[in-house]
């Protein structure tokens, strides 16, 4: 395989525009089962003396049904402007209505016995720590008309703080 294990501190670009400009897949579920979504929120950086990184997943995403299932899972990080179409199609289709992971033109891998992407840059292995929904009432009210204009109360996203377990790169 092409990845090798670094360091959390190693990892290599700008923690905003890994998740802004580059984008990640989510995939939560075991390898007979398991599904993926694009993101481009979220953050690392350090919690509790550990190092974190927090996603944020709505409700009604089909991911949702495995990230809450699950302790673990992985974001792999892709360069910025990389795999667009793919990532896309992964950020616009629903896994309850396709098998996308395998229609997506990416080539899914297994790592630490969880399910990432060969073409990502960087992949996070996580495992949750502490997860809450965003509360609607505290929500200021300039985010949520250009967030949640249309969102129903009980499926603003749900965060997820997570431990990096492990983190793997590639040349
Ligand atoms: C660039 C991009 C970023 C996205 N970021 C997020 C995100 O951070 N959180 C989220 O809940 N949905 C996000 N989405 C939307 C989900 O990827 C999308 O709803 C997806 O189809 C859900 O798939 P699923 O139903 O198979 O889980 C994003 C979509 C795109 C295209």
Known sequence: MRFYKIQPKEIPGNAISLFDDGWGLLTAGTPENYNTMTISWGQMGCLWNRP???VYVRPCRY????????????????????????????GTQSGREMDKMH???????????????????????????????????????????SNYATVADDDLHRQYICLIESVYSRD
């Open 103 to 145: 229609h997506s033109g990416l080539t899914p891998m297994m790592l630490d016995g969880l399910m990432a992407y060969e073409e990502a840059k960087v992949v996070l292995v996580l495992r949750k720590l502490y997860d809450q929904q965003f509360d609607p009432a505290r929500v200021p009210a300039e985010v949520a008309n």
């Open 52 to 54: 974190v990184c927090t």
């Open 63 to 90: 991911t949702y049904t495995f990230t809450e299932a699950c302790d673990r899972f992985t974001v792999s990080l892709f360069e910025p402007g990389e795999q667009r179409s793919e990532l896309k199609m992964l």
